[in-house]
């Protein structure tokens, strides 16, 4: 069993940064992908980022240049910075763990833990 807390979210103006964080049980470099997720209202659940067990990321293109994902294997965290933000990323951030090699960053069904989620709400 695996067990995420994330944490960093809030609100914020239209332009401005936050950086989530989630902490993980076990040692995070034993994973095959971690990733963000994010659902807004009325919405599906989409990826955001990922970053697999070489350090290798991926992204959505509606937030390729303004958000980094990165990882901390001796802290066993995953963060996600957010900058330049916009009111459509508004959304639940949910952290992810897929313990198995194969699959496809953006599929939630490819993953097999999930935080809690933290709200980011952005105001124009």
């Known amino acids: 069993q695996v067990h995420m807390v994330e944490s960093g979210g809030g609100s914020v103006q239209a332009g401005g940064s936050l950086r989530l964080s989630c902490a993980v049980s076990?040692?995070?470099?034993?994973?095959?992908?971690m990733g963000w997720f994010r659902r807004a209202p009325g919405r599906e659940r989409e990826g955001v980022a990922a970053?697999?067990?070489?350090?290798?990321?991926s992204y959505a293109d509606s937030v390729k240049g303004r958000f980094t994902i990165s990882k901390d294997n001796a802290k066993n965290t995953v963060s996600l910075q957010m900058d330049s933000l916009k009111p459509e990323d508004t959304a639940m951030y949910y952290c992810?763990?897929?313990?198995?090699?194969?699959?496809?960053?953006?599929?939630?069904?490819?993953?097999?833990?999930w935080g809690q989620g933290t709200q980011v709400t952005v105001s124009s």
């Open positions: 076990g040692n995070t470099y034993r994973y095959a992908c």
């Open positions: 970053i697999d067990s070489d350090g290798r990321t």
């Open positions: 992810a763990v897929r313990t198995a090699y194969g699959g496809t960053w953006s599929l939630p069904r490819d993953y097999n833990y």
